[in-house]
Each structure stands twice: as structure tokens, then as C-alpha cells.
């Protein structure tokens, strides 16, 4: 009875860590890409931003930091889950089974 209980209260509370984390790493991935991102355009010639209209070179920046930041808060998450509950499942029928 009270194992049922802690585990009824564990659950939500990992749940919530593990969501805070990755929202955590996340953001400072996304961050650290914008300060690469930013690096790497001061260091372009003056040539390519003559060249290139300046709205399609933000539309670019910003459409591909976007795509990041959508993957590591919604796919990445999701795969690392599902690869932590098919192991739990798995040692779980493991030691069930002995």
C-alpha cells in the first residue's frame, strides 16, 4: 500500500524534473546556436550582404533557429522517453519473469 502510494507521487514528480531539464537544455542549445550563428555572419564579407537581400538572410536565421528549438522541445524529448520506458518495460518483464 504505501509503495503504491510513493510511486504514485514519484511518477508526476520525475515527470515534471525530467520536463524542466530538457526544456533546460533546450533553451541553452538554442542559445548557444543564435551566439554561433551571430559569430558566424560577423565573420561573412561585406560581399554577401550585398549580395543577399537582408530580409531572406533573417527569414533564414530565424526559420532555422526555429526548426532547432521545435525539435529539441518536442521530438528530442519524445525519443529519449520512449527509449527510457522500452528499457524500464523491458528490466521490468525481466525481473518479473525470475
Known amino acids: 500500500m504505501t509503495l ?3 510511486i504514485i507521487l514519484l511518477v508526476p514528480s520525475c515527470q ?9 537544455i533546450a533553451f541553452k542549445t538554442i542559445g548557444k546556436l543564435r551566439r554561433e550563428l551571430y559569430a558566424h555572419m560577423q565573420r561573412l564579407p561585406l ?3 550585398n549580395s543577399e537581400s ?3 538572410i533573417l527569414a533564414n536565421f530565424t526559420a ?3 526548426v532547432m528549438r521545435q525539435f529539441l522541445t518536442g521530438a528530442f524529448p519524445n525519443v529519449i522517453n520512449t527509449i527510457f520506458i ?4 523491458f528490466f521490468t ?4 519473469n525470475w
Open 47 to 49: 560581399e554577401f550582404f
Open 4 to 6: 503504491s502510494f510513493f
Open 64 to 66: 532555422n533557429v526555429d
Open 16 to 24: 515534471y524534473l525530467y520536463q524542466r531539464i530538457m526544456i533546460s
Open 93 to 96: 518483464l525481466l525481473f518479473i
Open 54 to 56: 537582408k530580409g531572406e
Open 86 to 89: 522500452t528499457f524500464s518495460l
